[in-house]
C-alpha cells in the first residue's frame, strides 16, 4: 500500500526511469519517497540525509549531522560515525485536502505516529479518481459514518430530507408572512 508507514507514496505511475535528474522534484511532483517504519534502516548519504534529519532530530530524539572534509562526506549520530540509521518510530505522510494550497508533509517533513490524534468520524465526500464524470462520484461513501465495525453507514438519504424539509419549511413560512 502507498500509504502506510514504511510504504512509498508517489511512485513513477509510469514505471521506468525516476531520476531527479531526468523528472526534478517539485512542491507539486515529486517521489517516489520511502516513509520510514519503526524499526527500518536507512544508509546515510546525501540524499537519505535531505529526506530525513528532520524527522531524526525532531521526533528521534538524536541528533544526525553531517561534515564533509578531505576525506569527502560523513555522518554522526549523537556524535558518533555511523553509516547507517534505524527509526524508533512509524511515520506518516500527511496530504492537505486543497492541494495546491495546503501546508502539508510537503512543507513539514513526516508526522510521527505519536503526532497523530484523533481518528475519522464521518466521510463527506468522497471521489473515485481512476474514473471519470459523473461516476467519479462515489455515492455509496457520501455521508458515511466511520465506525469499528467495518460496516459502512450512510446518513446521505436522511440529510437529503433534512435539506429538502428546511426548504420546503421556508418556502411556507416565506409564503404565509407574504
Known amino acids: 500500500s502507498n500509504f502506510v508507514a514504511g510504504g512509498m507514496i508517489f511512485p513513477n505511475p509510469m514505471g521506468g526511469h525516476s531520476d531527479s535528474l531526468v523528472y ?23 540524499h537519505t ?21 578531505p576525506e569527502g562526506e560523513r555522518f554522526y549520530v549523537d556524535g558518533q560515525p555511523a553509516t547507517s540509521y534505524t527509526f524508533a518510530l512509524d511515520y506518516y505522510w500527511m496530504m492537505g485536502d486543497n ?46 459514518v466511520v465506525h469499528g465495525d467495518g460496516k459502512p453507514r450512510s446518513y446521505l438519504i436522511p440529510f437529503l430530507a433534512f435539506v429538502a424539509a428546511y426548504y420546503a419549511w421556508e418556502w411556507f413560512r416565506k409564503r404565509k408572512k407574504s
Open 24 to 46: 526534478p522534484w517539485t512542491r507539486d511532483n515529486f517521489g517516489p519517497l520511502w516513509i520510514p517504519a519503526k524499526g527500518s534502516t536507512i544508509a546515510l548519504n546525501y
Open 99 to 144: 492541494r495546491h494550497n495546503s501546508w502539508d508533509s510537503r512543507y513539514w517533513g513526516f508526522v510521527p505516529e505519536t503526532h497523530v490524534v484523533g481518528k475519522p468520524v464521518f466521510i463527506f465526500w468522497s471521489m473515485d479518481s481512476f474514473k471519470s464524470g459523473i461516476d467519479k462520484i462515489r455515492s455509496e461513501r457520501l455521508f458515511t
Open 49 to 69: 540525509y535531505l529526506k530525513y534529519e528532520h524527522a531524526v532530530n525532531a521526533y528521534e530524539g538524536h541528533e544526525l549531522t553531517r561534515e564533509l572534509g
